[in-house]
């Protein structure tokens, strides 16, 4: 695998897959005289967003299909996240010896600053934001990309400089890597998802588990540890190899985490070891809201320390940030009934995660395009705080089956009569919640359009 910018040069590259990661590799590659072929199975007329993009550079395409023979004349193959890595013709290709990678592990390569790569099934988003915020506000320079947020190919394409690099890490992106190692990993929590392009939790998982593959003595790894599927992927060998710093809620897990360095809550006080000193943060003015915020600010705390960040400036950092968009967001207040927009929380884990911010009396949204979860871990939940049931999209049936019969339920034919249904079912002191547990690509291209279009209906309210 190529480690320096120079040896690209006359490289017959092919690219798989065209959204924004294609496209962005794309610019990088020809900046950096590579002979790039472009490959998708969607028509031209599909994609032509994309190739105006790309109008005027150097690139051969091969659109609707993927031929054997565009393969077998590269020197290197590079996957877009979003495409699977489990394709006859990736199969057919490493047989002929063509190497076959991923984005991910291409760009990282060429990466000189530190990397922190943050995972899990959430929360990603969250803890990089609070991290790179906490290290500005510190004085230091940041870059932020990944699975939610720009491409890590962006790092290089634009020339970017930072003190540190802060990578969210799906499982997609770690399918193909072999060589990655970042100078920290935070794990947030690892919950079944993905079920349509994974065939068990075991293959999720072992995805998940290849982030720790090149860990050594230098690597600091932050890991959940009241959650016990992580706690059970820290015991393997390769994560051993390096430092650990444990972050919980659980007060009895004190003085076992102060004492080999981490992180834990109690009460309004967050407690934390990384040196010789414990050092204290205050939550009581925190604007997130819900338990699992804290654990977010825990794990970007300790990252945030081993680069620097200092202690008055994660405090201040701590006291005003507020919630990222489509995450427990706040919409508005219509008649006694509080909105929230929570389109971000595409698998169960992440519902009960919000679920577990509210007392009760909540008329769930959920519902969109069905990934093969299981719904009935949301049953007692579901039971003790759901009044109303609004279940669209593709899923709603799968959604019924399991929790139907544990609250008024719903299954309705288009997204806007859902929001308009959970209105009208609505009562003074009721929340109206938008938490679907899937995907949104059954109606919306994103989740974030999901969302806007939600705080859209709410905004017409009266």
């Known amino acids: 695998m190529y480690k320096e910018l120079s040896e690209l040069k006359d490289k017959r590259i092919l690219i798989v897959g065209l959204g924004k990661t294609g496209v962005s590799l794309s610019h990088f590659l020809t900046q950096h005289q590579a002979q790039v072929t472009v490959t998708d199975h969607k028509s031209k007329p599909e994609l032509s967003a994309q190739l105006e993009q790309l109008e005027g550079l150097p690139i051969k395409f091969e659109l609707g299909s993927h031929s054997p023979k565009v393969f077998l004349q590269q020197d290197l193959v590079v996957l877009s996240p979003g495409v699977p890595s489990n394709l006859k013709?990736?199969?057919?290709?490493?047989?002929?010896?063509?190497k076959v990678t991923g984005e991910f592990e291409f760009v990282s390569a060429f990466i000189k600053e530190p990397i922190i790569g943050v995972t899990g099934t959430n929360g990603?988003?969250?803890?990089?934001?609070?991290?790179?915020?906490?290290?500005?506000?510190?004085?230091?320079?940041?870059?932020?990309?990944?699975?939610?947020?720009?491409?890590?190919?962006?790092?290089?394409?634009?020339?970017?400089?930072?003190?540190?690099?802060?990578?969210?890490?799906?499982?997609?992106?770690?399918?193909?890597?072999?060589?990655?190692?970042?100078n920290n990993i935070v794990f947030t929590n690892l919950a079944e998802n993905h079920l349509d392009r994974y065939r068990s939790m075991e293959e999720y998982i072992n995805a998940k588990r290849k982030i720790f593959k090149n860990t050594n003595q230098a690597t600091t790894s932050i890991l959940n540890a009241d959650d016990n599927a992580v706690v059970e992927l820290a015991r393997d060998p390769s994560v051993q190899r390096g430092r650990i710093f444990y972050f919980s809620r659980k007060q009895a897990l004190e003085p076992q985490i102060m004492n080999i360095g981490g992180a834990v809550n109690i009460g309004h006080e967050i407690r934390v070891r990384t040196g010789p000193e414990i050092e204290y943060y205050s939550i009581k003015d925190m604007k997130m809201r819900g338990k699992h915020s804290i654990e977010n600010i825990m794990a970007a705390i300790l990252v945030a320390r081993e680069h620097g960040a200092k202690h008055d400036a994660i405090q201040s950092v701590i006291d005003t940030f507020k919630s990222l968009p489509h995450r427990i967001e706040y919409v508005r207040k219509v008649g006694g009934v509080m909105f929230y927009n929570d389109s971000k929380a595409t698998n169960v884990h992440a519902v009960l995660r919000s679920l577990d911010t509210f007392d009760e009396n909540v008329i769930l949204i959920a519902g969109g395009k069905d990934t093969n979860l299981n719904?009935?871990?949301?049953?007692?939940?579901?039971?003790?705080?759901?009044?109303?049931?609004?279940?669209?999209?593709?899923?709603?049936?799968?959604?019924?089956?399991?929790?139907?019969?544990?609250?008024?339920?719903?299954?309705?034919?288009?997204?806007?009569?859902?929001?308009?249904?959970?209105?009208?079912?609505?009562?003074?002191?009721?929340?109206?919640?938008?938490?679907p547990g899937c995907s949104s690509f059954d109606m919306f291209d994103s989740f974030e359009e999901r969302g806007d279009y939600f705080k859209e209906i709410v905004s017409k309210f009266r």
């Open 89 to 98: 013709i990736f199969d057919y290709a490493r047989s002929q010896g063509i």
């Open 124 to 182: 990603k988003t969250t803890v990089a934001r609070l991290a790179e915020s906490f290290l500005k506000a510190s004085g230091l320079t940041c870059w932020v990309g990944g699975s939610n947020e720009k491409p890590m190919t962006d790092y290089l394409r634009y020339n970017e400089k930072c003190n540190v690099v802060i990578a969210e890490v799906s499982g997609f992106m770690l399918e193909h890597c072999d060589n990655f190692n970042p």
């Open 375 to 435: 719904y009935e871990p949301l049953r007692n939940m579901v039971k003790r705080k759901v009044k109303t049931l609004i279940l669209v999209g593709e899923a709603k049936e799968r959604i019924n089956r399991d929790l139907g019969d544990f609250s008024e339920t719903f299954l309705i034919g288009t997204f806007e009569e859902a929001v308009l249904i959970a209105y009208q079912k609505s009562r003074i002191g009721d929340i109206v919640l938008l938490s």
